[in-house]
Nanobody, 121 residues
Framework: QVQLVESGGGLVQPGGSLSLSCVAS????????MGWYRQVPGKQRELVAA???????NYADSVKGRFTISRDNAKKAMYLQMNSLKPDDTAVYYC???????????????WGQGTQVIVSS
């Protein structure tokens, strides 16, 4: 069984910083693209940032210059450094990964359980 577990959410004041982590575990042979998504009640889940296995990144326009995505392939981990946070960044943040298990020939999409980020004074 494969699991993605996020950590690092919490409450922060506008202008502050938070760092999120996501660690994959289970019978994993490889991980392809990984990404951070976020969702607020009543809205669709949206892509925040994504990163390929080789480190090529992609960011939503709303977070460019403020957020930095990274990953450590050896640790099966992904990170999101969030700076200059705004109230509009308040959401549940989800980790996503395209993961191939040892008993599979394909990469399959997995999601973490989500971690809440609240930006408020």
């Amino acid at each position: 069984q494969v699991q993605l577990v996020e950590s690092g959410g919490g409450l922060v004041q506008p202008g502050g910083s938070l760092s999120l982590s996501c660690v994959a575990s289970g019978s994993i042979i490889s991980i392809g693209v990984m990404g951070w998504y976020r969702q607020v009640p009543g809205k669709q889940r949206e892509l925040v940032a994504a990163i390929t296995r080789d480190g090529v990144t992609n960011y939503a326009d709303s977070v460019k210059g403020r957020f930095t995505i990274s990953r450590d392939n050896a640790k099966k981990a992904m990170y999101l450094q969030m700076n200059s946070l705004k109230p509009d960044d308040t959401a549940v943040y989800y980790c996503n990964g395209q993961i191939r298990r040892y008993d599979s020939i394909r990469h399959v999409e997995y999601w973490g359980q989500g971690t809440q980020v609240i930006v408020s004074s």
